[in-house]
């Protein structure tokens, strides 16, 4: 049987229509934003602080962490405001208590998942999840710890991985295969057992497709990717590069 | 480059092979292809070793990682060698109802091994199933790819008995 | 082709057929298989040919009987005389027996309330028709309702027709079929896939086994009409690697047709064209999800992504695609040979037509049965089901699998219908029927499918990925005896939230069974925590190794 390939994927769609602008409304105040923007943009754009863990300027959306979810009135539904597009007229809540609950909750659900004690964390003080804390006013955990035993991988040459401390945000992942354009790394088993893996499970160092650029290292929120040599709290990230790459790769398709 | 045209030879040579190349050609070397090349791999080996997974991510062009990610998702896949003989308990809702767990248990115990292990021997992969649609009968065991319905924790033990003294 | 060729075709099959003065059917779908009925129709082929009858005794593999609990199943036509637990030893007799008085050891009244109670639609040709054979389909009518659209009807018309009649998606939330296919015929774009869900990932259900299994046509004939009603000419059928003989008969299926030219280029001489693909699932219920569905046949990891964008718009490889169940599918072929009007007669105000469900669990008669929507559920279990094993006392029944919900002995008269599902916190899912006695601990119910969705969580999502985990270590701990007096609350909490947060269908509907049965079976949790007792005696508290 033959039927299309899938590199031409948008080629054939006849549907691409000029882009409009619509008005809708974020927390009582009303905006304005092309139909392609999405709300996350959008309420960044008004000022409006929306907390979000897996979504990084210049990478794909995957609408996985769940906590920029906002309450969209006359939907009983929550929605991810990193993927979901605007309508005309709608109504948008983006710090209603019940959505701050449920943030605090998946964040609290996140400390329990592995380890992540912050005092020995070579990221101390410049932590994305740390921080969220801080942004969310968690102040402790209320649900039992699962305790995993999680595997460190210092093989490479300049950077090591701390399973412990990974939040499966995949950042990482993305920014080697969208930016990067080697895809050493992916995630392997699925649910509470996925890992961040490169190549296939084998050691970093190891790793035949590794260019050794260190995006990840810089993208990663947390202190699971870090470079060697860092102690506790040493370990700041430098992301500016992303969007300039990004604008760049842009430009030259074009 | 050399070493690597020698490994494609040895692996044309291979009749296994020309199951997974013949898969892989009917769909274009797409990427698309990847389950279905790694169904047939595991068709003609029994599991996925690292070696074909290199195989087919070079033939496919994907990276490593990709099927290495893929491979390990989906459950059906296994890339620990099987046993000889399998059993393949079935823990479905009706087979749970029905008291699969103590079967299980039971086998557990007679073999001393866990689900998803091998005895040391090798002779034996014990296993466990999100029901095989056969809730008509449960509770249902898999015994080399045999579905025997109705069965009962003696009836899996002789079973087991009867495979393991079979060959000697 | 033509239409008068097509009913050549069925007109020499039946001719064929009833040239034989005793036709005797074998059951050959995977349960009564496993009892051997393999054996017993070589058996019984032997017999004929010792005999020298074959010129006026048939022996025909055929699908799914229904009473699976009874296998191997053996039908005998014209007579209507069935047969149950048939071994190779009885094929003698059985031949003896014919044209006379049915052997009495092997007799299954065929007129007892598990036959009589139920109709059929999707199962009309199950164990009349040989799968393998299209020739056997086309005498049943099959291929006409394809004709008729291809030939008579319009797209527009098709849809009109599947609206009219009512149908909803089989697959467990019952959206409205018609307004699917709008969508799709809506989007535009010069390519687009139709996709059969035969991933059924559910346990406890094998409704989509069987139709394969024993009509794989009826499937594939659905596919082309909705091909042709949405603009497609791809078809992919993905089904999971665990039913191999499933698989088999669709392989046949879709080569047997391809040869006829009833699927492939200019199918019934118009310019429609129309190819279908079998695609292998490989073990994750998650990707009975529409999105991880696509993101499983394009050859990734089967993760869902957010929607919208909706299949319909952005599907299989970015184009519109639109995504049925096997059932959906099963349903079409009669709808365009009969009528919408026809089709809306059966069933409820709001879901029209008949369900297929998998009878399993603590019931006499185990198997597959297809009932009008809006059955009260006590003539499923009491009539067609047959009461409960040993005569012990009914307590629940489970619905829609682990995105489903325990419905208590009160609803026992509640009508199986959308509505009334999802008003006792339960779904129609798609089909999975089971059925609890008074040994069934409840608790032990709502772990066993925690732990289900707990392993069958894709990870992309951190509620679905943490909290299903988090749900599961405290039921763990209450069947262990070891419950705390605030973890029902606990629960109730975690369950809310992975309910209202999760990104896609598995985690949003994944604490239904925790919900549910919290809701209706409270004293079974209070007796665990508070007096340490398990009602059911299936939980053992003294700290050996029970509960995995």
């Known amino acids: ?254 | 480059m050399e070493a690597k045209e020698a490994e494609r030879v040895k692996v044309d040579e291979d009749r296994r092979w020309r199951l997974v190349n013949r898969t892989m050609r009917l769909h274009g070397h797409q990427p698309d292809a990847l389950i279905e090349t790694l169904h047939a791999v595991q068709e003609s080996f029994g599991f996925l070793d690292l070696d074909s997974l290199k195989y087919v991510a070079d033939s496919l062009h994907l990276p490593l990682s990709l099927v290495y990610g893929v491979a390990t998702f989906y459950h059906f896949f296994t890339l620990k060698p099987p046993g000889e003989h399998t059993c393949v308990i079935c823990l479905g809702t009706a087979c749970y109802i029905a008291g699969s767990t103590n079967m299980l248990k039971a086998v557990e115990k007679e073999v001393g091994i866990k689900p998803g292990e091998t005895t040391s021997d090798g002779k034996l992969s014990l296993l466990t199933a999100r029901c095989m649609g056969s809730c008509g009968l449960a509770p249902a065991v898999v015994f080399d790819g045999a579905i025997h319905g109705k069965m009962s924790s003696t009836a899996v033990l002789q079973n087991i008995r009867r495979l393991l003294n079979h060959d000697d | 082709m033509t239409i008068e060729e097509l009913q050549e075709i069925g007109k020499i099959e039946k001719e064929k057929q009833d040239g034989f003065k005793h036709r005797i059917h074998v059951c050959v779908a995977a349960g009564c298989l496993s009892c051997q009925s393999g054996q017993v129709k070589e058996a019984l082929e032997k017999e004929v040919s010792r005999r020298g009858q074959e010129s006026w005794t048939s022996v025909k593999g055929v699908g799914c009987l229904g009473l699976c609990t009874a296998g191997p199943m053996v039908a005998i036509e014209p007579d209507g005389i069935l047969y149950q637990g048939v071994s190779v030893s009885d094929a003698s007799d059985i031949l003896e027996a014919l044209g006379g008085p049915a052997v009495s050891r092997l007799d299954c009244s065929a007129h007892m309330p598990f036959f009589t109670k139920q109709k059929k639609i999707v199962l009309e040709n199950c164990g009349k028709i040989d799968p393998e054979s299209i020739e056997d389909y086309i005498a049943e009518g099959g291929y006409e309702g394809l004709y008729n659209a291809l030939r008579i009807m319009t797209p527009t018309g098709v849809i009109e027709q599947i609206s009219k009649g009512g149908l909803r998606g089989r697959g467990g939330a019952g959206f409205p079929t018609g307004l699917k296919w709008t969508a799709v015929s809506k989007t535009k774009s010069n390519i687009k896939f139709v996709v059969c869900n035969a991933d059924e990932g559910d346990p406890g259900a094998f409704m989509d086994r069987s139709v394969l299994e024993s009509d794989p046509h009826r499937v594939l004939e659905g596919m082309a009409i909705a091909g042709f009603a949405v603009g497609a000419n791809y078809g992919f059928i993905y089904v999971r690697a665990e039913y191999p003989l499933a698989v088999k008969r669709v392989r046949t299926a879709i080569a047997r047709a391809e040869r006829l030219g009833v699927l492939g280029r200019n199918i019934f001489n118009t310019t429609f064209n129309f190819d279908i693909t079998v695609r292998l699932g490989a073990g994750a219920f998650v990707c009975g999800e529409e999105t991880a569905l696509i993101a499983s046949i394009e050859g990734r990891r089967g993760s869902p992504r957010p929607r919208p964008p909706f299949p319909s718009e952005l599907g299989l490889w970015g184009y519109p695609t639109l995504i049925n169940n096997v059932e959906t599918f099963a349903n079409v072929p009669p709808i365009i040979r009969k009528g919408g009007d026809w089709f809306a007669a059966t069933g409820t105000d709001k879901s029209k037509g008949t369900k297929v469900f998998a009878l399993a669990g603590r019931v006499n008669n185990t198997g597959l049965i297809e009932a009008p929507m809006g059955t009260k559920l006590r003539e499923i279990v009491f009539d067609i089901g047959g009461g409960i094993l040993e005569g012990r006392k009914f307590k629940a029944v489970q619905t829609g699998g682990p995105s489903g919900g325990c419905i208590p002995e009160q609803f026992l008269d509640m009508s199986m219908d959308y509505e009334s599902l999802a008003k006792v916190g339960s779904i129609m899912g798609s089909g999975g029927l089971i059925v609890m006695d008074e040994t069934s601990c409840m608790v032990d119910v709502a772990k066993f499918f925690i732990e289900f969705c707990m392993s069958e969580s894709c990870g992309k999502c951190v509620p679905c990925r943490v909290g299903t985990v988090q749900i599961y270590n405290v039921l763990k701990r209450i069947t262990e005896g070891k419950g705390k007096p605030t973890d029902i609350g606990l629960l109730e909490e975690l369950c809310d939230l992975v309910k209202n947060t999760s990104l896609c269908g598995l985690g949003q509907t994944a604490p239904n069974p925790v919900l549910s049965t919290l809701n209706y079976f409270m004293d079974e949790y209070r007796a665990h925590i508070d007096d340490k007792v398990c009602p059911a005696g299936t939980c053992h508290f003294n700290h050996t190794e029970e509960s995995q």
């Open chain 1, 1 to 254: 049987m033959r039927y299309p390939s899938f590199l031409q994927r948008t080629a054939d769609r006849a549907d691409v229509q000029p882009v409009r602008v619509l008005t809708f409304s974020i927390n009582g105040v009303t905006v304005s934003a092309r139909e392609d923007e999405t709300i996350l943009t959008v309420a960044r754009q008004n000022g409006i602080s929306i907390p979000t863990l897996c979504h990084l300027d210049g990478l794909s959306e995957r609408g996985a962490c769940r906590l920029c979810i906002v309450e969209i009135k006359g939907s009983p539904k929550l929605s991810p405001a990193c993927v979901t597009l605007p309508r005309q007229d709608m109504e948008i809540i983006t710090h209603s208590d019940r959505v701050m609950d449920y943030r605090r909750k998946i964040l609290e659900l996140l400390f329990t998942e592995r380890n992540h004690v912050c005092s020995v964390c070579v990221s101390n003080g410049h932590c994305d999840l740390q921080a969220l804390t801080v942004e969310l006013g968690m102040t402790h955990v209320h649900y039992d710890y699962l305790h995993p035993q999680q595997m460190v991988d210092a093989s490479h040459e300049r950077f090591s991985v701390d399973h412990n401390r990974c939040v499966l945000c995949q950042r990482c992942v993305r920014v080697c295969d969208e930016i990067e354009g080697a895809h050493t790394w992916d995630v392997m088993g699925r649910g509470h057992l996925a890992k961040v893996i490169t190549d296939l499970n084998e050691p970093w160092g190891e790793s035949t497709t590794c260019t050794g650029c260190g995006k990840c290292v810089q993208v990663c929120p947390t202190g699971a990717l870090s470079e060697k040599g860092k102690s506790v709290a040493e370990m700041t990230k430098k992301r500016l590069f992303l969007p300039y790459l990004k604008l760049m790769r842009g430009e030259e398709e074009r």
